[in-house]
């Protein structure tokens, strides 16, 4: 039977299939961005000595969602290690400016692990392997808002404060970073617009339905907002950039 492994801080770590997944494609595993973005990114202090695969779920070919459990040390100690992979993504807070009232562009849309049918939320998606992180904002923003912004329209905003932070940058905003991967990078826009734009936008229906999006839009002042959405990436989004005099 062929062995697998990845390099994780110098060293080649042993990949497996978890005792209770034995039929996973280990090799398509171990050369999936997924799982090779994490091993790069695990620091030195963390002694990593075994992968353990438990589930994989494919988008078309590509890998979109790996889970695995590692056997990690930290200090000499074992330390928990089970990970969602997911990698990373996008989201873009749009502030609308109309007659003097400034609006937030949320989605609504089914999302079925929190149970919500109709979940307030920042336009998002994912990177699919880009680096070009504004690239991916406008994209996702055209598709589920039907705005036509370019990457030149976006404020990076976790770029922003790495540039003044004084300290490692970061890649984004870690939503749950005690079982996942995934980070979220954080974009700006903001526009002026007219009572009839603004009202066209307002109950909207966009997204793909082919990739199973069921989005509607809807427009919420800003002064508002942090009190009916949960949405960790609104609520990131607008402390930064309130603290970077943005908006």
């Given at each position: 039977?062929?062995?697998?492994?990845?390099?994780?801080?110098?060293?080649?770590?042993?990949?497996?299939?978890?005792?209770?997944?034995?039929?996973?494609?280990?090799?398509?595993?171990?050369?999936?961005?997924?799982?090779?973005?994490?091993?790069?990114?695990?620091?030195?202090?963390?002694?990593?000595?075994?992968?353990?695969?438990?589930?994989?779920?494919?988008?078309?070919?590509?890998?979109g969602f790996?889970?695995?459990?590692?056997?990690?040390?930290?200090?000499?100690?074992?330390?928990?290690?089970?990970?969602?992979?997911?990698?990373?993504?996008?989201?873009?807070?749009?502030?609308?400016?109309?007659?003097?009232?400034?609006?937030?562009?949320?989605?609504?849309?089914?999302?079925v692990?929190?149970?919500?049918?109709?979940?307030?939320?920042?336009?998002?998606?994912?990177?699919?392997?880009?680096a070009?992180?504004?690239?991916?904002?406008?994209?996702?923003?055209?598709?589920?808002?039907?705005?036509?912004?370019?990457?030149?329209?976006?404020?990076?905003?976790t770029?922003?404060?790495?540039?003044?932070?004084?300290?490692?940058?970061v890649?984004?905003?870690?939503?749950?970073?005690?079982?996942?991967?995934?980070?979220?990078?954080?974009?700006?826009h903001?526009?002026?617009?007219?009572?009839?734009?603004?009202?066209?936008?307002?109950?909207?229906?966009?997204?793909?339905?082919?990739?199973?999006?069921?989005?509607?839009?809807?427009?919420?002042?800003?002064?508002?907002?942090?009190?009916?959405?949960?949405?960790?990436?609104?609520?990131?989004?607008?402390?930064?950039?309130?603290?970077?005099?943005?908006?």
């Open positions: 039977m062929a062995s697998f492994s990845v390099t994780v801080n110098g060293a080649a770590v042993p990949v497996m299939c978890s005792p209770n997944s034995p039929s996973i494609n280990l090799e398509a595993c171990v050369k999936s961005k997924l799982l090779l973005d994490w091993a790069a990114s695990v620091q030195t202090a963390l002694d990593v000595r075994e992968i353990y695969v438990s589930s994989v779920d494919y988008f078309g070919p590509r890998i790996l889970k695995i459990e590692t056997v990690t040390f930290f200090q000499g100690v074992r330390i928990p290690g089970i990970c969602f992979l997911r990698g990373g993504a996008v989201s873009i807070l749009v502030v609308l400016e109309c007659e003097g009232t400034k609006y937030v562009i949320l989605t609504t849309q089914p999302r692990p929190v149970g919500s049918a109709a979940l307030l939320e920042l336009p998002a998606g994912m990177l699919d392997g880009s070009k992180f504004a690239g991916v904002a406008a994209k996702e923003l055209r598709e589920e808002t039907g705005l036509d912004l370019t990457e030149a329209d976006l404020t990076d905003v770029a922003a404060v790495n540039k003044i932070s004084g300290t490692l940058p890649k984004g905003m870690l939503p749950s970073a005690g079982g996942c991967d995934e980070f979220l990078r954080l974009m700006f903001k526009k002026l617009v007219t009572r009839a734009e603004l009202d066209a936008m307002q109950g909207k229906a966009t997204g793909l339905l082919e990739e199973g999006e069921v989005i509607k839009l809807r427009l919420v002042e800003y002064d508002q907002v942090w009190k009916i959405c949960a949405d960790a990436k609104l609520l990131s989004s607008m402390f930064l950039c309130e603290r970077l005099g943005l908006c």
